[in-house]
T-cell receptor, first 113, second 113 residues
């Protein structure tokens, strides 16, 4: 059973507009959430994270929102740029970060010029 | 600069052969991880290690083994390669148990024929 779900395999957004990537989870024990960005033929790179005790974290153009009651988080990218075209993975951790991450299937974000 | 490397980057092997994928990090991180990425599955945890001589099974550990003889390396061995193990393999590391962010290597694409 998939514990982290990214239900949109792909998303197309016009350059300069806002990109919103969504992620849902089922495991109430998750206490930390991360977003990774991945280009083809490269490893995932860390983008932004949020602790379960917060509902928002912002870093430049990237903001992550967490709604614990809905078990939902979202990544907002404003404004979207061509270099943002990549696959974005939502990941979750439990147990204080001791074990590995549980990943969603990823969303392929395409920024249209 | 400190980094995490994987070798080989590409490997083709035959069913039944033993294969070892290398992972080397120069950050002196205690925690290391192996994941596989398959279409439609995101990244799934194979094995992980908290430190020298420590190894733990992940979600999809059957058919794989790891050993940790020093801090820098965590080789992944496929004892008898199967076609179902055709995948892209990523190694990752993080400083310690209290940190969440993992740093990923560039990946190894393994094809089992």
């Amino acid at each position: 059973d998939q514990q982290v779900k990214q239900n949109s395999p792909s998303l197309s957004v016009q350059e300069g507009r806002i990109s919103i990537l969504n992620c849902d989870y089922t495991n109430s024990m998750f206490d930390y959430f991360l977003w990774y960005k991945k280009y083809p033929a490269e490893g995932p790179t860390f983008l932004i994270s949020i602790s379960s005790i917060k509902d928002k974290n912002e870093d430049g153009r990237f903001t992550v929102f967490l709604n614990k009651s809905a078990k939902h988080l979202s990544l907002h990218i404003v404004p979207s740029q061509p270099g943002d075209s990549a696959v974005y993975f939502c990941a979750a951790s439990s147990g204080g970060g001791a074990d590995g991450l549980t990943f969603g299937k990823g969303t392929h974000l395409i920024i249209q010029p | 600069d400190a980094e995490i490397t994987q070798s080989p980057r590409h490997k083709i092997t035959e069913t039944g052969r033993q294969v070892t994928l290398a992972c080397h990090q120069t950050w002196n991180h205690n925690n290391m991880f192996w994941y596989r990425q398959d279409l439609g599955h995101g990244l799934r945890l194979i094995h992980y290690s908290y430190g020298v001589h420590d190894t733990n099974k992940g979600e999809v550990s059957d058919g794989y083994s790891v050993s940790r003889s020093n801090t820098e390396d965590l080789p992944l061995t496929l004892e008898s390669a199967a076609s179902s193990q055709t995948s892209v393999y990523f190694c990752a590391s993080k400083p310690g148990l209290s940190s969440y962010e993992q740093y990923f290597g560039p990946g190894t694409r393994l094809t089992v024929t």
